[in-house]
Each structure stands twice: as structure tokens, then as C-alpha cells.
């Protein structure tokens, strides 16, 4: 499972890309019902790849296990543009146990920064796009060995229909 989060960026995220970014917890786990957008799949969040497009979850949920990946060509709200295995910034290896909220949306926000001008092509600073990502949950942490973030490119409502890629937006 993968908790969402968001990045505090200079400028306020507004609209449909606000409504999907979700406060971590370490409770429990919700599931997220998926309405049928029409093109695409449901496919598991561990099963996502670079350059997957997908669609904003209409509800929003704290922990999930699924999401709608589409063509880039069809009307989507994200990007995937990196998978980045959490490093503990002290020891600058992966931690055996869950690190906690803080330190994953740290990590997460400076890594997910940091790859955003290599895929786009500029500065997330300068870019009109914006980033958000999937965190693991706790549970996700200890029980199927989930360390990875899952970093998107997001707008803050507007319809993409191509790839962001090297696009310097």
C-alpha cells in the first residue's frame, strides 16, 4: 500500500491536483474505489513504471493498492517520472524499519525535486507542472517490503494529453 502526500511548493496547488494529495497515516488501510474513467486499467501501485499516466483518484483515500493507468495520449491528471528506494539520509542506506512519516516526506521531497528537471527538462521552480508522490505505508513497509517512492508529475487540474517528458513546461 502507498500512502499519498504532497510537495509545499512556492506557489499553491489549487483544484482537482489539491483535492488528490492526501495526509500519511499509519492506521489501517482503506480501499480506494476506482469509478470507471473509460480508457485504461486498474493496476497495482507496485506495478507502475517511469512514464505511466494515470488518472486522479476521484475519492480519496489515506492508503491504497490501486490506480488507473492510461495511455498518454488519453486524457490524464499525472505522470510517473521516478521510483526512488528511500535512503536514510544519516546512514545513506535503506532502513530496516518504518522511519516514520517525517522522514519519508523528507526524503521524498528533495528526491522527487531532484528528478523532476530530469525528466521535464527544466526546474521544478520554473516548470507550470507540479509534483506529488506516493509514500509507503507502514504497513506496506513490514509487511511486503515496500521502499519505494513513487514520484508523479501532476497539474493543478488541467487535462494533460501527451507525455511530459523533455516538454521544459
Excluded at 521516478?82 to 517525517?102: C, E, N, V
Aim: charged fraction near 20%; glycine fraction near 6%; proline fraction near 4%.
Amino acid at each position: 500500500m502507498k500512502s499519498w502526500t504532497h510537495l509545499p511548493r512556492l506557489r499553491s496547488v489549487l483544484g482537482l491536483a489539491a483535492a488528490a494529495m492526501v495526509l500519511l497515516t499509519t492506521s489501517g488501510c482503506s480501499l480506494l474505489w476506482w469509478r470507471d474513467n473509460g480508457p485504461g486499467s486498474s493496476v497495482s501501485v507496485f506495478d507502475l513504471k517511469v512514464g505511466d499516466c494515470t488518472l486522479t483518484p476521484e475519492d480519496v483515500s489515506v492508503e491504497m493498492t490501486k490506480i488507473t493507468r492510461v495511455d498518454c495520449t488519453v486524457e490524464h491528471q499525472q505522470e510517473v517520472f521516478a521510483l526512488l528506494p528511500f535512503t536514510d539520509p544519516a546512514t545513506s542506506s535503506t532502513a530496516t524499519t518504518f522511519p516514520g512519516d517525517d522522514a519519508l516526506k523528507s526524503f521524498a521531497d528533495g528526491a522527487c525535486a531532484a528528478a523532476f528537471a530530469d525528466y521535464v527538462g527544466v526546474d521544478y521552480r520554473d516548470s507550470t507542472l507540479y509534483f506529488t508522490y506516493l509514500l509507503p505505508s507502514t504497513r506496506g513497509w513490514e509487511q511486503n517490503a515496500d521502499r519505494n517512492v513513487v514520484c508523479f508529475i501532476t497539474t493543478t487540474g488541467a487535462k494533460l494529453t501527451q507525455s511530459v517528458k523533455n516538454t521544459t513546461w
